[in-house]
């Protein structure tokens, strides 16, 4: 049952994965100018006979003088075998860019959520159990006022007072987490807690409607009326079933994450996946943008995919449709 | 008119937070309408020295270019609210009839438009935006038409599967038995019952569309760069944080508090039009 669900979805994996890159392809080819032309006219002056001679010949190097239905199938026939081609701008394999630049990425987005989850749900908690009493109205004013600063404010704001008091600055080089795991870790702790302060706004409004709409359920009722402890109710019995749509939202935003991440990236100088596609966009590294795009694209179903499993993993009443 | 303030009064009383939501709202709302009188100066106008701290005459201080961020922060305002009512009052529509009129007609159309759906929410909603105002250039028009690709999927899903359950209400039935035509039926029986969460989508999609244009404006690729966007504007002010906070942090307020009061006023109508949530949880 299970297995025929999960292969039914893998297989609506390929149809949205090609036509997302197709979208993106399209939309790449529409930018005015190209690779070629940025290449050459880098060196400024005039346009001369010499410039447009060499304009064709890169494109004709990179077969951007193909018709573009030709230049895609190429592309989706190389992407196929995991080939992402050369990056325009970076002298390297695309596939070396991606190897370098996610994994930045995803542990800044693993670093957000978890932080996030470290106080959102107690909050939550809190807000609910305490329903109309002043910690509620404490914790429901602060989440949405989490939501109402944009990660682009709330990150320069954070720098400034870092760089004020602390007299900290972005770092120059990045640090890996093997290397050097302290290193790293004061490098993304505050771009990470930038974004989990977002995100921590909608986690904590969840799990408290969630909490009290189970909280009012007949179970509950029960395991009070057999006199447990309110600690034991809310625990063991209330939490764990108002957690599911939480469970789904992060891995929703988990999915997001990737994406959205560029601002947080760019503010705090991470070099990761986001930083380099929005470098990437207004430079025209059509094979860039296609594979970061590609590869954020398939976490994000991927994500989907895994989220449904583990509701219905912890849901036994949900079936597979 | 008495009836009116009623109303008004009964919104207030049950819903406080909302409210005062519904106050900041109108604030800024007559801030957009009143910039030609309540700016001290042109949006656009570099006439004064640069980097000016804030004082009498320049209450936020001046820019890298000399100009009063008072007045733009106030003009940021029109520009703002014009360009997240706009896109998202087209997203909502046409997402919105895009989604009642699949779930309808269902069958293959219904399939492939979900396949449309769920490629064009694949793609990171950002990255989407800044890709396609590298494709058309920067204007105000584009930021609407790329925030207006953003939000119609979003809004053909949610109103798909509201039409979804509406198709198989006894009234649909009974207005086909009558002899009312398929688009009759959309036109008067399914559509007027999406109301209720169309008005809800475009609510809570304003702030969400401000936040996008502001974010597409600091990443250098929203409206163009003299436009007095507030992204732009933070732009400008984080890569002077040290030496003039002050640019950073007047447009930064402007942008929380237009999305405070937009949250609010959103949350407050979505408890009362949705009857599963009414009365509780606020």
């Given amino acids: ?321 | 008119m008495r009836w009116v303030a009623r109303v008004l009064g009964r919104f207030a009383a049950r819903q406080p937070l909302g409210a005062a939501g519904a106050v900041i709202v109108l604030a800024l709302v007559a801030t957009a309408a009143l910039a030609p009188q309540l700016a001290p100066h042109g949006a656009k106008e570099a006439a004064f020295a640069p980097y000016l701290p804030p004082s009498a005459e320049f209450p936020f201080g001046t820019d890298q270019l000399g100009r009063d961020i008072l007045s733009r922060v106030i003009w940021g305002t029109r520009l703002s609210l014009y360009v997240g009512l706009v896109s998202v009052m087209f997203g909502v529509t046409f997402g919105g009839l895009w989604g009642v009129v699949t779930a309808y007609f269902g069958g293959a159309a219904d399939t492939a438009s979900q396949r449309v759906v769920d490629t064009l929410m694949a793609l990171p909603p950002i990255i989407l935006a800044l890709s396609l105002m590298a494709a058309l250039g920067q204007s105000v028009n584009n930021v609407i038409l790329a925030l207006t690709l953003l939000l119609t999927p979003t809004a053909a899903r949610t109103l798909r599967s509201l039409a979804l359950s509406i198709r198989e209400s006894p009234y649909v039935e009974a207005a086909r038995a009558a002899g009312c035509s398929h688009w009759r039926v959309i036109a008067l029986h399914v559509l007027p019952n999406t109301f209720a969460t169309y008005i809800v989508l475009v609510t809570v999609n304003i702030s969400y569309a401000i936040v996008v244009e502001a974010s597409l404006s600091f990443l250098g690729l929203g409206t163009p760069p003299d436009e007095p966007s507030w992204g732009a504007m933070l732009t400008a002010g984080s890569q002077a944080v040290e030496a003039a906070p002050w640019m950073f942090l007047f447009p930064g307020l402007a942008i929380s508090l237009t999305v405070f009061g937009l949250n609010l006023l959103g949350d407050a109508i979505r408890d009362l039009t949705d009857p599963r949530l009414r009365g509780g949880l606020g």
Wanted: no cysteine; aromatic share 10%; net charge positive.
């Fill in chain 1, 1 to 321: 049952m299970a297995g025929r669900y999960v292969a039914r979805r893998l297989l609506l994996f390929v149809p949205t994965l090609v036509g997302a890159s197709i979208f993106i392809f399209v939309l790449m080819r529409l930018v005015p100018g190209d690779i070629a032309e940025i290449l050459v006219y880098q060196t400024g002056g005039e346009t001369s006979a010499i410039q447009q001679k060499q304009i064709r010949q890169i494109r004709q190097e990179l077969g951007l003088d193909q018709p573009v239905v030709v230049q895609y199938l190429d592309w989706l026939g190389n992407a196929a075998r995991g080939d992402f081609g050369q990056s325009y701008t970076q002298q390297r394999p695309v596939a070396d860019i991606l190897k370098e630049r996610v994994p930045r990425s995803i542990e800044l987005a693993v670093l957000t959520i978890l932080l996030a989850m470290l106080w959102a749900v107690p909050l939550g908690v809190i807000s609910a159990v305490r329903q109309n009493r002043w910690a509620d109205y404490v914790v429901r004013v602060l989440s949405i006022s989490g939501l109402s600063v944009p990660i682009f404010f709330s990150g320069v704001l954070v720098l400034y007072l870092l760089v004020r008091l602390f007299k900290w600055l972005p770092p120059l080089e990045f640090v890996s987490f093997t290397a050097n795991p302290v290193e790293n870790l004061k490098q993304l702790i505050w771009p990470a807690l930038v974004q989990a302060f977002y995100i921590s706004a909608p986690i904590t409004r969840l799990t408290r409607s969630q909490l009290l709409e189970v909280i009012r359920q007949d179970y509950v009722r029960t395991a009070r009326a057999k006199g447990l402890a309110e600690r034991t109710v809310v625990y063991r019995h209330a939490l764990a079933n108002s957690l599911l749509p939480v469970v789904t939202f992060i891995g929703w935003w988990g999915g997001r994450l990737l994406g959205g991440i560029v601002i947080v990236e760019i503010i705090f100088s991470v070099p990761g996946m986001g930083s380099a596609l929005a470098h990437a966009v207004t430079q025209r590294d059509y094979p860039t943008v296609q594979a970061m795009v590609f590869v954020m694209a398939l976490v994000f179903l991927a994500l989907n995919l895994l989220v449904d499993l583990l509701y219905a993993w912890l849901d036994p009443r949900i079936k597979y449709a």
